[in-house]
């Protein structure tokens, strides 16, 4: 059986999802191809005419994009981003952002949920990024999300999974697509996030300032294939160290 | 006046698409949303700008 | 190796033997068993196509050692982990579960054990359900316990020290019905401070009174999850709608209940397969409801008045042991209940792994505590006890007990062993 990630009925080949903000547009094409990636995230501004380049003509058109509602601070002002990004041809994905504080970037969950439920309701594949609290990830599942994308650690902190056993709880209770989101520094925490059961890795800080973008996004890659191998291949046992001196609990047992 | 990406300019009773072409933005490559509403592609060439209105000219960037 | 299940009565008219025969013979005499009756509420999701999904067609010796030690050393279990516990690969590592089972069981519920006593208030049931000395062709004494009785009952239970009950009766709603049930859990409510309930699957709006009334916990058993197997057992009555039982918990759910029950009889058809069933019924309802409590019992079948020779066939205590074990690895957080079928030596054993829910002074009868409790404080011997309880005021066992300690004697016994013995930490909400 082919292991394909199914996000919004689309089937996937990838499990990585390249962000692709804080480097340069002729990057862009090197990091998706060495990334393998297809799928990619986008931000929604306002045009800037200093800028005469179009970031639409540096991703590959087998691309499928993920525009993002970043800058939206409420749900209202997300569900705004979302309608203007589908006018400009971002297609039906969304990843629904919504941070009230400038200083940590933190998402707001409650405002995600509303936000979701509106988008969903339209027709958007809504991929929520969120806060990896359990109770927010059931209701963004009842609200019609199509992938839920808990941070692994503060945005662009590249600081790792700090969040891993609350992302753990999310995998194992919640029927959705896991695909974790924002702090992934390394290649090798995105291979662990993988073994645990997430369905893909969303990352862009740890490419953009790695040394070597293609090289990096490469890396990533291979680490994110290795990890779904090892998720599907199932762990192996873990030898416990040394011997247990507990007395034997089943010698009661008469047949 | 009209506020466009923030900054007043004196553009009353203009095209819309003629005051955005004129600040150097390339056709298809933005939106536009003329006071939160979403403006029809169709209608940037008929679209009559007036003082108090909010354009915005929004496009794609790099983003995570 | 099968039970033989069917006994004839001699005090059944030649028409109703007939009747019978008909019934037990002819497949087509019999409804549809997996068609809802016209006042049956039906509940429409896909919680049993799940079930089916993740539990039918298992190949149980496909499993090997090193799936059980995976299983084992995984922090959580997923459903195939779980299957290789249940599986027969995992018996010669019933020792290492155990400890892991413990481990978890005390991560949960500490050192805690929970003691409660079931009261059957009345025996007389509408289903024939061949293997169960309530079923309506078995010759017994019926009893229904008027309000005065069950009061009488009631207190000297809650006398004894008890907290928390569970009131039973037989599957018959035109002799115990909803009102009848409400008025004893209202009694109940008096004298316990918690009240579950494990009477005939009825509809949300009879589990919202039920619940009004004071009850707060449902227990029903779906038997066997084989819905083939099922029909071949339940032959009449409600009972015999296969998917009306099956969604029972979500109904009670729905109509407020704190908490629900699950359980398969173990020993009427392949264990394993009803284990994982079970245990998956639970799993997926927590999954669409996480805010209720849920609990797992285990009961093999047990001989009934007028066949003693009922038995689990292979279910043997450890493969019992087995199942609780897996239960317990793979759904922490459940209440996993040991009822009075088992033995005191099983009891006493397992409540140091995995039981958090042991029944004590337990009579199955109706209308007898007074009786029994007396006898067993005199130490009666068994026989002089069983002589004793042939008052035709009572009426007979649902099945026949294996422990038949005291509140006391088993507060006692758990105390001994270790445990300690919860007798309530319930707030009514």
Request: hydrophobic share 40%.
């Amino acid at each position: 059986m082919e292991d394909k990630l199914i996000l919004g009925g689309r089937e996937f080949n990838s499990r990585f999802i390249l962000g692709s903000g804080k480097y340069n547009l002729d990057l862009i094409k090197a990091a998706v191809e060495n990334a393998g990636a297809e799928i990619i995230t986008l931000a929604v501004r306002r045009a800037n005419t200093k800028d005469s380049e179009n970031i639409m003509d540096f991703i590959p058109k087998n691309v499928t994009l993920l525009p993002n509602t970043s800058g939206a601070r409420d749900a209202k002002e997300a569900v705004r981003i979302a309608h203007l990004s589908r006018e400009l041809g971002g297609g039906d994905f969304v990843k629904v952002e919504i941070m009230k504080d400038s200083k940590y970037l933190l998402p707001d969950n409650v405002e995600t949920i509303k936000a979701t439920e509106i988008l969903a309701k339209e027709g958007f594949v809504v991929l929520p990024y969120m806060y990896p609290d359990l109770y927010s990830a059931r209701d963004l599942a009842n609200a019609g999300a199509a992938a839920i994308m808990p941070l692994a650690a503060p945005i662009g902190s590249n600081k790792g999974l700090t969040t891993k056993d609350f992302i753990q709880i999310i995998i194992d209770e919640v029927d959705l697509p896991v695909i974790v989101d924002a702090g992934i520094g390394k290649p090798s925490e995105a291979c662990a996030a993988m073994e645990m059961g997430a369905a893909a890795i969303m990352c862009n800080t740890a490419i953009a300032t790695a040394k070597d973008i293609p090289v990096m996004a490469n890396a990533f890659k291979l680490a994110i294939e290795a990890g779904r191998k090892a998720y599907l291949a199932g762990l192996g046992r873990v030898l416990a160290r040394g011997s247990e001196s507990m007395d034997p609990l089943t010698g009661f047992l008469r047949n | 006046m009209v506020k466009v990406n923030g900054v007043n300019m004196d553009v009353d009773e203009q095209i819309a698409f003629d005051v955005v072409s004129s600040l150097g933005f390339k056709e298809n490559t933005y939106v536009l949303e003329l006071n939160e509403e979403i403006l029809k592609k169709d209608s940037y060439k008929s679209t009559i700008l007036h003082s108090g209105d909010v354009l915005e000219v929004v496009s794609f960037m790099g983003g995570g | 190796m099968e039970n033989s299940f069917l006994i004839d009565s001699d005090k059944l008219s030649a028409a109703a033997l007939k009747r019978k025969h008909e019934i037990e013979n002819d497949k087509s005499v019999r409804i549809n068993h997996m068609e809802f009756l016209p006042n049956m509420d039906k509940l429409d999701n896909d919680i049993y196509d799940k079930l089916v999904a993740a539990s039918t067609g298992v190949d149980w010796n496909s499993y090997t050692k090193d799936d059980v030690l995976r299983a084992l050393r995984s922090e959580t279990l997923t459903i195939d982990d779980f299957k290789a516990l249940l599986s027969p690969a995992a018996k010669p590592y019933i020792e290492e579960m155990a400890k892991r089972a413990k481990i978890e069981t005390s991560k949960h519920f500490g050192n805690t054990v929970y003691l409660f006593t079931p009261l059957y208030i009345a025996n007389y049931c509408d289903n024939y359900c061949v293997y169960c000395g309530f079923n309506c062709y078995n010759d017994i004494k019926r009893k229904k316990m008027n309000f005065e009785e069950i009061r009488h009952e009631m207190e000297i239970i809650s006398k004894s020290g008890i907290e928390e009950i569970l009131i039973l009766t037989g599957e018959s709603p035109v002799y115990s019905d909803i009102k009848y049930i409400g008025e004893a859990c209202k009694m109940a409510r008096e004298y316990f401070k918690n009240v579950g309930l494990e009477i005939y699957p009825c509809n949300i709006k009879d589990y919202k009174y039920l619940h009004e009334c004071g009850a707060d916990y449902v227990t029903v058993f779906q038997e066997t999850y084989n819905s083939d197997k099922y029909e071949t057992l339940h032959l009449l009555g409600n009972k015999r709608i296969f998917p009306y039982r099956f969604q029972a918990q979500e109904r009670a759910i729905l109509g407020g209940m704190r908490g629900v029950a699950f359980s398969a009889l173990l020993g009427l058809t392949n264990f394993r397969d009803d284990a994982l069933a079970s245990a998956l019924h639970l799993y997926f309802l927590a999954r669409k409801y996480p805010q209720v409590e849920y609990s797992l019992s285990c009961p093999r079948l047990r001989p009934i008045v007028n066949n003693d020779k009922i038995n689990p066939l292979d279910v043997h205590e450890t493969e019992l042991c087995q199942i609780l074990c897996a239960y317990r690895i793979f759904l922490p957080y459940v209440g996993i209940t040991v009822s009075s079928r088992e033995e005191k030596h099983f009891r006493d054993g397992i409540a140091k792994i995995c039981a958090t829910k042991i029944s004590a002074g337990v009579s199955t009868g109706i209308g007898d505590h007074e009786e029994k409790y007396e006898a067993y404080d005199s130490n009666m011997d068994k026989e002089s006890l069983t002589k004793e309880l042939e008052n035709d005021e009572c009426g007979d066992e649902q099945f026949d007990i294996a422990d038949k300690r005291s509140f006391d004697q088993m507060y006692k016994d758990m105390s001994d062993e270790g445990l300690q013995p919860v007798l309530n930490d319930y707030v009514y909400v």
